[in-house]
């Protein structure tokens, strides 16, 4: 609750720059020289001691300078606007001025909150509930959403919060349904380039489907956490070329619309820096292309080039995630809130505590052990509806006919219990239940811990496992309390 | 980097009886579930890859492994029909090439069935056609066979 007061302070201070711009300073008689100065600066809040950059927009008329002197009413601030909030031990507005260096009577401010160390800067809500209401009866079951600030590189005024963004712990990278495909993103991004200078267009492979569009150059505020120049993906623009056949024999949907993507974008926070890694860097795979404006041609990307995950790129706080939601009723809930937080024992707020460090292979597998047979390529994915597992044959549970085909219809709630072992060695027990999918969606509820289905040869612990816990991802070659990533720890 | 030791590559080399390096391009032959053997040339052109063969009881095991990382397994029926393939890579590969056209056709008819916004594991069991597939990018695993094909004697595990 506190998190959501917080958010209307921040987006209130900025509005109120902003719409104080649009007058252009005293009218009428006003002689040649500078009218206004308005100030901006991002992030609108810090921790003790962080930067913050103040930029200033100064207006006029006739031949007038925009250079301008800055101070701030506490800790330090550079000739550039950049500013160095002071140490604090409480919550401290900060107040910066620009001064018109031609007109000393021309001046702006803007406030810059400034929190205590170790307060929860670092905290951001989430929630389960259906997905965008623009799905209407189409709603999406176990679908965890937040929503994204997402700015054109450098500015603070070119921005738009997206909502229901699905966090999917199983992908890495920030995507963006279009405006023009149906969602909300309508900012002029600048494109990124394959190395031959085209533009840089992806096809990011899903299970059942891909998403096709330009990689594009963005800010990404997660709360007041900032991914600076992300590279992220637009999905279908309307100026997106067409889809090569190398790509659409990965056999699944086009996810460009609304209700075929389910979410207005995707933010993809799972264990590593980037979404392809050292196969697309080495090797020319259909995952990147390069894009002339008569064909497209699968082209190598550097790890560096590819669609980055934003949380390795926040100034702090950059070494991993908790992912946390409450237990919830059996029956399912209509929505579920929760909260991601960043950074893994580098807060107050993210130590591992209790929770116990499950390593993976490069891949992100670990080994799910159930009736004495091992899986090694098991994982985690909040991306995933449910936990998939073994088959109906293994696990006596019947499996669901038609449109719920897929997932388990047992007659009555069934407990299992499988062990997880990291490559670490670290052993523990897992219990979760299945109920009849079935049921539990023609509730239409929109949440259950409960949902699984069918999966031969590894476990997939889909949303259904985060509830109830606080599940860490720890980013891969980072440090944290617990060690090297990647890992998960819970 | 993408190249990985393999233990189960290991075993496969044990037995074979033939290893095909850089598969000849056979013209028209297309690759595709329920087609001849002839396929496993054509998929091995199209990903570049170098194919072992591995004779087990009742078929062959063609497994052709790309430079891209990909290891794709073709499994042939003595009488050189094709009856199920598997896949995993760090992408999913061209599903057309590998299950031709007329079982690509179904699965993504399969698919379109499904409840909305699905997202894990794709499974489809019919009575004719099995698809499994799993995974995400950087690992994706799956496998597709057809019952009706599949050799007396054989178990279905074996298919991956």
């Known amino acids: ?490 | 980097m993408v190249k990985r030791s393999s233990p189960q590559l290991a075993a496969a080399c044990s037995l074979m009886v033939a290893c095909v390096v850089g598969a000849t391009v056979s013209g028209s032959a297309h690759a595709e579930l329920g087609g001849t053997v002839a396929s496993v040339e054509s998929d091995a052109a199209h990903l570049k890859g170098v194919v072992r063969l591995a004779p087990a009881q009742a078929y062959t095991l063609h497994e052709i492994e790309a430079a891209t990382g990909h290891i794709v397994r073709e499994y042939a029926a003595d009488d050189g029909k094709i009856f199920g393939v598997g896949w995993e890579g760090p992408t999913v590969p061209d599903l057309r090439q590998l299950l031709g056209e007329q079982y690509f056709t179904k699965f993504q008819q399969a698919v379109a069935k499904r409840q909305s916004h699905r997202r894990g594991p794709v499974v489809i069991e019919t009575s004719d056609f099995v698809f499994e597939q799993t995974g995400r990018l950087r690992d994706f695993r799956g496998r597709a066979y057809l019952p009706r094909a599949v050799p007396s004697g054989v178990g279905i595990g074996m298919i991956r």
């Not at chain 1, 930029?55 to 601030?77: C, E, K, R």
């Not at chain 1, 990124?192 to 569009?213: I, K």
């Not at chain 1, 075929?260 to 090797?283: K, P, T, V, W």
């Not at chain 1, 059996?330 to 499950?358: D, K, M, R």
């Open chain 1, 1 to 490: 609750m506190r998190l959501f007061g917080f958010l209307v302070l921040i987006s209130g201070v900025v509005l109120g720059v902003g719409c104080g711009g649009g007058g252009g300073g005293d009218s009428g008689t006003t002689p040649a020289g500078v009218t206004s100065v308005r100030v901006t600066c991002t992030p609108a809040t810090v921790r003790s001691g962080g930067t913050s950059h103040c930029s200033a927009a100064v207006a006029g008329s006739g031949n007038y300078s925009t250079a301008v002197s800055w101070t701030t009413s506490a800790g330090s601030i550079a000739a550039s606007g950049v500013l160095t909030a002071p140490l604090v031990s409480s919550i401290t507005p900060v107040t910066v001025t620009a001064t018109s260096t031609q007109d000393g009577s021309r001046s702006g401010s803007a406030t810059v909150t400034v929190n205590p160390a170790g307060s929860a800067q670092n905290v951001h809500p989430i929630v389960v509930d259906g997905g965008p209401p623009g799905l209407g009866a189409d709603y999406y079951v176990n679908g965890l959403f937040t929503s994204v600030r997402v700015c054109e590189p450098g500015s603070t005024s070119r921005c738009q919060t997206i909502d229901h963004v699905l966090v999917d712990t199983g992908a890495v990278g920030v995507r963006m349904l279009s405006a023009a495909a149906g969602g909300q993103l309508g900012l002029s991004l600048p494109a990124h380039t394959a190395s031959d200078g085209n533009p840089l267009v992806q096809c990011m492979q899903f299970l059942d489907g891909f998403t096709w569009g330009p990689i594009a150059l963005a800010d990404i505020y997660l709360g007041d956490q900032l991914a600076s120049s992300v590279p992220i993906q637009v999905i279908a623009p309307a100026d997106a070329p067409a889809v090569p056949s190398s790509c659409r024999n990965t056999g699944g949907s086009n996810e460009n619309t609304l209700s075929r993507l389910g979410a207005n974008g995707i933010l993809g926070i799972g264990l590593f820096l980037e979404d392809c890694g050292d196969s697309c860097a080495q090797q020319a795979l259909n995952v990147y292309y390069s894009c002339s404006t008569s064909s497209c041609v699968e082209t190598a990307v550097p790890t560096a080039r590819q669609v980055q995950n934003p949380v390795a790129m926040f100034s702090n706080d950059n070494n991993g995630l908790i992912v946390q939601l409450p237990s919830i009723a059996n029956a399912g809930q209509e929505s579920v809130t929760g909260s991601l937080v960043f950074g893994i024992g580098t807060q107050p707020n993210n130590g591992l505590g209790n929770a116990a460090v499950y390593t993976t292979d490069a891949r992100g597998n670990f080994t799910a052990t159930y009736n004495g047979a091992s899986y090694s390529s098991s994982f985690i994915d909040s991306g995933s509806n449910g936990i998939f597992f073994l088959s109906a044959a293994v696990t006596g549970l019947p499996a669901c006919q038609g449109i719920y085909s897929g997932f388990y219809c047992p007659a009555t709630e069934t407990t299992f219990t499988v062990t997880n072992t990291g490559r670490n060695g670290v052993s523990g027990a897992v219990t979760f239940s299945v109920a009849n999918a079935q049921t539990l969606i023609d509730s239409k509820r929109k949440a259950f811990n409960n949902l699984a289905g069918v999966l031969a040869g590894r476990f997939d612990y889909g949303l259904p496992f985060f509830f109830g816990r606080n599940v860490y991802v720890a980013i891969e070659g980072r440090n944290t309390p617990g060690g090297v990533g990647p890992y998960w720890a819970y």
